[in-house]
């Protein structure tokens, strides 16, 4: 008798129970929106919205005057229908703010980080050298260009050093995040710098955390470092973050942003930002200028945060942005742990394996501009009263 057919997915429910009996089922959950200016509702510390400008209202209308004009869609590449007067004037804003020659939006952030390792990594004779706490964004670069990638200890120029210095004369390319994601610890640029300047190597830096918290009025880490517009550094950043918007960007010297636009596939082949995003990054951009003092206001409740959880006994990084990382004593935990604050009415993010590089599960806190003192005491509450045993939060110790 003929077996019976198998269905060519039976492998996935395998991994499925495999997932499960790890602790590690993810499920998308939709939210519902922000009630209110100061509290009612769920809060929201798990989005990037780190100043507050997603709900701003000209950043609304802009993203509305831009669709009413432009079409809701870009209707095409950037090189054929996809580029409107609209990117143009972002690109340009973004460029001078940064204190970039040039700039080039993507759709993303992560079609940036994949367009500017491909195309400025992606020989198969040049050296990558990354960071181990990089972004998935940054690794999937790595992977897609073809490039050797070494792959460094984390934050450790030293390690950087001896790597190029294994393969002198080799044309190589040091990526590292500004703000890693996980821990929200800084990268330490200036001696990254210093480090590929000596080997005459190239630094890609990814300040999707950075732009917009750090730096002169929110410009940036790599302008903190004094690296902003300097020949040899490039950076990449999100829309999405500080700027409430949609996509990506990548800047650096006007002849690195050409060779992009002839040679990355990511700008090439996909779809351009949409108006209404690039409208509103754009309008965006123009509060934080007017109102540099967001980005002090963000770094400040990301302090508040912090200061409030390792009081009552909590294991957190400490936030040179505005991430704020709480270790969990499991993933089952952590999961648990999230769930029970989105009950009490407080989103926070739910890190676990693979996306942590060190295996350790955590909740990931999210610093806004635009939060009240009393909701970060409040949210300090939340998290304090829902740890699960073992995560030391459980002490008498009162947070301010």
């Known amino acids: 008798m003929p077996l019976a ?11 499925a129970r495999r997932r499960e009996r790890a602790g590690l089922v993810r499920a998308l959950r939709p939210r519902e929106a922000e009630d209110g200016a100061d509290g009612a509702g769920s809060l929201d510390l798990a989005g990037n919205d780190y100043l507050g400008l997603t709900r701003h209202p000209e950043v609304t209308a802009a993203a509305g005057a831009a669709a009413a004009r432009w079409g809701a869609g870009a209707t095409g590449s950037r090189l054929v229908t996809g580029t409107t007067a609209l990117h143009a004037e972002l690109e340009a804003a ?19 980080n994949l367009a500017a390792l491909t195309a400025l990594g ?19 670069g790595c992977r897609l260009g073809r490039a050797e990638t070494a792959v460094v200890p984390h934050a ?3 390690a ?4 190029l210095a294994a393969h002198p004369g080799r044309r190589s390319l040091v990526v590292t995040d500004s703000v890693f994601s996980v821990d929200g610890d800084a990268a330490p640029l200036g001696a990254l710098a210093a480090v590929c300047r000596a080997a005459g190597a190239a630094l ?13 009025g929110g410009r940036g880490a790599v302008h903190a470092a004094g690296l902003a517009g300097a020949p040899g550094t490039v950076a990449t950043v999100t829309l999405s973050k500080s700027l409430g918007s949609q996509g990506g960007a990548v800047l650096g010297p006007a002849r690195v942003v050409e060779h992009l636009v002839n040679t990355a596939r990511t700008f090439i082949f996909d779809t351009g930002l949409a108006p209404a995003a690039a409208g509103a990054a754009l309008a965006a951009l123009g509060v934080l200028e007017r109102e540099p003092e967001r980005a002090a206001r963000a770094r400040e409740v990301a302090s508040a945060l912090y200061e409030g959880l390792t009081a009552a006994g909590l294991t957190a990084a400490r936030p040179d942005a505005a991430v704020i990382s709480v270790r969990a004593p ?13 009950a009490a009415g407080l989103l ?10 060190d295996g350790v599960s955590r909740l990931r806190l999210t610093a806004r501009a635009d939060l009240s003192d009393r909701q970060v005491r409040a949210a300090v509450r939340t998290v304090l009263a829902t740890a699960p045993t073992g995560a030391a939060a459980r002490q008498e110790t009162t947070p301010p």
């Open 160 to 163: 950087v050093r001896k790597t």
């Open 204 to 216: 890609l830096v990814d300040d999707a955390h950075g732009l917009g918290v750090l730096g002169d």
């Open 5 to 15: 057919c198998q269905d060519a997915f039976d492998w996935i429910d395998e991994e």
């Open 94 to 112: 973004l460029a001078r703010f940064c204190g970039f020659e040039a700039a080039l939006v993507f759709s993303s952030g992560y079609a940036a």
């Open 330 to 342: 499991s993933p089952e935990a952590a999961l648990r742990w999230a769930a029970d604050c989105r």
């Open 122 to 140: 992606g020989h198969r004779d040049a050296l990558v050298v990354s960071d181990a706490g990089n972004h998935a964004s940054i690794v999937d």
């Open 348 to 357: 926070v993010g739910c890190f676990r394996p693979p996306s942590v590089p």
């Open 156 to 158: 450790d120029p030293e």
